[in-house]
Nanobody, 120 residues
Framework: QVQLVESGGGLVQPGGSLRLSCAAS????????MRWYRQAPGKERELVAA???????NYPDSVKGRFTISRDNDKNTVFLQMNSLKPEDTAVYLC??????????????WGQGTQVTVSS
């Protein structure tokens, strides 16, 4: 059984910063690509950052230059540093990771999400 648990969300003023964390636990053999998605009310889920096991990163234009994804492989944790936040960044942020366990082939797992609200 694998669990992804996000933390670090909250209320922040426009222009502010937040750092999200997502820790994976369970009988993990390998973690491959880790991602952050977000979903705002009435909108489709959007990929906001991805990082491979080799630390290659990818961002959409909407967050490029403001968001930074990183990972700590020793702690099975992925981070999302969000700077210069805008009201349109308000959403539930969800962690996603491709994980291989000792009993199952690699597949995608999801966290439960953490709310980020950008408002004055």
């Amino acid at each position: 059984q694998v669990q992804l648990v996000e933390s670090g969300g909250g209320l922040v003023q426009p222009g502010g910063s937040l750092r999200l964390s997502c820790a994976a636990s369970g009988s993990i053999r390998s973690i491959y690509t880790m991602r952050w998605y977000r979903q705002a009310p009435g909108k489709e889920r959007e990929l906001v950052a991805a990082i491979t096991s080799g630390a290659s990163t990818n961002y959409p234009d909407s967050v490029k230059g403001r968001f930074t994804i990183s990972r700590d492989n020793d702690k099975n944790t992925v981070f999302l540093q969000m700077n210069s936040l805008k009201p349109e960044d308000t959403a539930v942020y969800l962690c996603n990771a491709d994980i291989e366990t000792y009993s199952l082939r690699g597949r995608a797992y999801w966290g439960q999400g953490t709310q980020v609200t950008v408002s004055s």
